[in-house]
């Protein structure tokens, strides 16, 4: 759980300190007052990213060297440090610097916007990482044998193009098949809990790449080629709602509905497995809903994890318990 923070020089923010209620916090103010910037700062310190950006530099605010953001959890202090010019990016735990993939498995944050929708909307490759975020803040172990894949497969892809021996890449093959085997073990186990936790009528079915195929079976048409044709990258899931395919037969909100009976599960998932509650950022949460919706799905996920959201309006959060951070338009900011 996170108590507090405090951020500084992170893109409109200068210094803001925040408490955190244990269940729903709300951040509310105008548009461009600063709040998906405080969600990025928290997710940061949680994984070292933005959720919006790859350019890091992009955050410190202008005419800054760094910033910094600060967070007192249950589990100890979070430091994440950014500066320029060296772009050097540091997270501490209890004043001891930390690998960032131990961070994220300890404090796990999950933002959720709209463009978290492609998760179920878009194209498979969204799903694919998705589940890869869940797998990897669960178990550390799931991080290592998806590292380890990766470099692998950069390695045969390089070795492709450059036409070496059979045998050479065979031995890549080797290390692949040894990574897939824990990766698919992990990604079935995933799907086959999350669906006992499902509601009636929601499933997610797990469609490993080449399953009964050994690697090597593939390298004659790969070498011609010069790609990769089977591997645990090229796995795939699918959302079915009603037994039917959620991204081709659903409706924008049952396709909304879906991800957050998943999300909720996930968190529920964590109880279960690690007896915590993740943090859960929402971004324009109330934007897209009624509220009728909007009123029942954050009950759903208010039971499962620690909430905080932005809002333009807090009003409609009144009948929830909460803590209220209110943020100023930047003109009234600047007066
Ligand atoms: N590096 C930066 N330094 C200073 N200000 C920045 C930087 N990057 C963006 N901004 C400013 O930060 C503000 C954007 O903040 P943010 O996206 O957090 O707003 P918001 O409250 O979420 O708005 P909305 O309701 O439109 O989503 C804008 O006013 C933008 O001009
Ligand atoms: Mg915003």
Not at 151 to 174: E, G, H, P, S, Y
Request: aromatic share 10%; proline share 3%; glycine share 4%.
């Amino acid at each position: 759980m996170i108590r507090n923070c405090r951020i500084r020089n992170f893109r409109i923010l200068t210094e803001k300190e925040i408490q955190f209620d244990p269940n729903l916090t709300v951040i509310s103010g105008p548009n461009g007052s600063g709040k998906t910037s405080i969600l990025e700062a928290i997710y940061f310190a949680g994984c070292g990213r933005s959720f919006r950006t790859r350019n890091v530099q992009q955050l410190i605010m202008f005419s800054k060297l760094w910033f910094r953001v600060e967070i007192d959890t249950d589990n100890g202090h979070l430091d994440a440090r950014y500066r320029l010019p060296e772009k050097q990016k540091e997270i501490f735990l209890n004043e001891e610097r930390e690998k960032i993939a131990a961070i994220s498995t300890q404090f796990p944050f999950f933002i959720l916007n709209q463009k978290s929708l492609d998760v179920v909307r878009a194209g498979r490759r969204n799903t694919y990482l998705f589940f890869n975020k869940v797998l990897s803040r669960l178990f550390p172990a799931y991080i290592q044998a998806l590292s380890g894949y990766r470099t692998a497969l950069n390695n045969k892809r390089l070795l492709l193009k450059k036409m070496v021996r059979n045998d050479i890449i065979q031995a890549w093959n080797r290390v692949l098949e040894e990574h897939r085997m824990k990766l698919t073990k992990q990604r079935k186990w995933l799907t086959s809990v999350l669906n006992k936790l499902l509601p009636e009528g929601v499933e997610i079915e797990y469609l490993p790449s080449q399953p009964d195929k050994s690697l090597d079976s593939f390298l004659l048409v790969e070498q011609e080629k010069q790609i990769v044709l089977a591997g645990s990258h090229l796995d795939r899931y699918r959302f079915l709602r009603q037994g039917k395919d959620v991204r081709e037969f659903s409706s924008s909100g049952q396709q909304k509905k879906v991800f957050f009976d998943v999300i909720t599960t996930v968190g529920h998932l964590f109880h279960q497995q690690r007896g915590i509650k993740p943090v859960l950022l929402l971004d324009d949460f109330d934007s897209e809903f009624d509220k009728t919706n909007m009123v029942r799905n954050l009950d759903l996920v208010m039971g499962q994890f620690q909430v905080v959201l932005t809002t333009t309006d807090h009003q409609r959060f009144s009948r929830f318990q909460h803590q209220l951070v209110q943020l100023k338009s930047e003109e009234r900011r600047n007066n």
